[in-house]
Each structure stands twice: as structure tokens, then as C-alpha cells.
Nanobody, 114 residues
């Protein structure tokens, strides 16, 4: 059983940055892929980024070059550095185990607005 807790969301102006953290209650070292999804109002959850145990990353096109996903297995933590934020990035962001999608965090709200 793995419990995931996200933090780091908030209100930021367009062009600003935030760093999200996802802390796991158990070890993530054995979990090959960890990822981030987001859900904006009225839309389904969408995949945005993942990181493998070896550090390989995948991004959805809309965040490439702006977002960076990373993990620290020693701290059981996955990060999402978000730069050059846009209003369309406004959403609840979730951490999740991949590819099974078995474990989700509770989400953290990110609002990009002037």
C-alpha cells in the first residue's frame, strides 16, 4: 500500500513558477514509473508527465519545455517544477503510480491568474 500526498500548489501570476511535491508513505524505489495528471473544471484528468526509476521522462506536448518532472527515491518524493505558467495550466494536479494508476494523491490546486 502506498499513500501519496501532494503539496506546493497555489495562486501564481502568468509567467510565474511553482514546484509541486509528492511524498509517498512507502518506498517508491520499487515503483518503476511515477507520474502527474491534472484535471481542470469540466474536463477529464489528463496525463502530463512521468519519470521512470532510471530517470527517463515523458511529457505531454502542452508542457514540454516548461515543466520538469524528477524523483528522489531516498526521500520517496516526486517533483514537478512548473515554469512559464499559463492560465490554461489552472487545474488540480495529482501524483499517481504508473502504469497501473492504482494509487493517487488527493490533489493540489494550481491557479494561474493575474
Amino acid at each position: 500500500q502506498v499513500q501519496l500526498v501532494e503539496s506546493g500548489g497555489g495562486l501564481v501570476q502568468p509567467g510565474g513558477s511553482l514546484r509541486l511535491s509528492c511524498v509517498a508513505s512507502g518506498s517508491i524505489a520499487s515503483i518503476n514509473n511515477m507520474g502527474w495528471y491534472r484535471q481542470s473544471a469540466g474536463n477529464p484528468r489528463e496525463f502530463i508527465a512521468s519519470v521512470s526509476s532510471s530517470g527517463n521522462t515523458i511529457y505531454v506536448n502542452s508542457v514540454k519545455g516548461r515543466f520538469t518532472v524528477s524523483r528522489d527515491n531516498a526521500k520517496n518524493t516526486v517533483y514537478l517544477q512548473m515554469n512559464s505558467l499559463k492560465p490554461e495550466d489552472t487545474a488540480v494536479y495529482y501524483c499517481v503510480t504508473l502504469p497501473d494508476l492504482n494509487y493517487w494523491g488527493q490533489g493540489t490546486q494550481v491557479t494561474v491568474s493575474s
